[in-house]
């Protein structure tokens, strides 16, 4: 077996949105540069992901010189959207709490809302004061996040899921296998490991950059959505619940925090220190 490796780099423009692969990616310490500073919000002001519009995982967001974005969808003309006047934001809910977020042009609000036949606005993170504390039962005083679920990264491995569709395939539902990766919106994915290995990391060095490897992932009906098609079928979450639970979580993936800041690019190894 090779020595582990960084195999792939994603990252996500607008939260819950189609991913982009990359060849490399800075590293900053809420997260990955340009992951996840954007993201979708209903008439409450309440986040919008694929939990509620599993069509999400058809749109697309590429990211512009500045921070903008271009957005595109299957048999749509694309929308090109600046970033935001910082001067006007609205307080939006996501969970634990609630973020200050610029509000986009009126153009990307209704962009958005043809799409997924529900109005909805898209906000932006711009200020670096706006960034969200980590959970405190995991983080250390001042470390943050941009707008992910609670950590600045996600990491699988191939190996993991290499397990995990033996597994479906000898299911309920080997049909609706196996699985690509994209299911589980990684951030990065590691080749060259044992199966499950991660689950006893809990530092990683790839390439430069240090990583604290926090806690693993619990997973939540996006798993079960085609990205390509955003229809809804029962795997992953059927056999995770049989053999990767911890009470009412089904696992999949690891939690990760930087430790630093840097460039961390396709094929860097990836060591485990501690």
């Not at 990616?25 to 919008?48: C, T, Y």
């Not at 800041?261 to 060591?271: E, K, Q």
Request: aromatic share 6%.
């Amino acid at each position: 077996m090779l020595p582990p490796a960084l195999s792939a780099v994603y990252i996500h423009p607008v939260k819950s949105l189609a991913a982009h692969a990359a060849d490399e990616a800075a590293v900053e310490p809420w997260g990955l540069d340009g992951d996840r500073r954007w993201m979708l919000i209903d008439n409450e002001s309440k986040v919008v992901t694929q939990r509620q519009q599993p069509r999400m995982a058809q749109l697309s967001a590429g990211i512009l010189p500045g921070g903008g974005l271009i957005l595109s969808a299957p048999g749509s003309p694309s929308l090109t959207v600046e970033v935001p006047d910082p001067a006007h934001t609205v307080v939006a809910e996501l969970y634990p709490g609630k973020v200050e977020l610029a509000v986009a042009a009126e153009a990307a609000h209704a962009w958005f809302s043809a799409r997924l036949g529900a109005e909805v606005r898209l906000v932006h993170l711009d200020a670096p004061s706006h960034r969200r504390p980590v959970d405190p039962e995991f983080g250390r005083p001042g470390e943050t996040v941009s707008l992910a679920d609670g950590f600045p990264l996600l990491l699988t491995t191939g190996a993991s899921l290499d397990a995990l569709n033996s597994w479906v395939a000898r299911g309920d539902h080997p049909d609706e296998g196996p699985l690509p990766m994209n299911r589980f919106r990684p951030n990065v994915v590691v080749d060259g490991t044992a199966p499950w290995a991660e689950d006893d990391w809990k530092r990683i060095e790839i390439g430069e950059v240090a990583f604290r490897v926090v806690k693993p992932c619990g997973r939540c009906v996006i798993t079960t959505t085609d990205q390509r098609t955003a229809e809804r079928g029962k795997e992953p979450l059927r056999t995770l619940a049989r053999h990767r639970r911890d009470g009412k979580y089904l696992l999949f993936g690891r939690h990760m925090i930087p430790e630093g800041t840097g460039v961390i690019r396709v094929g860097d190894p990836v060591r485990v220190i501690g």
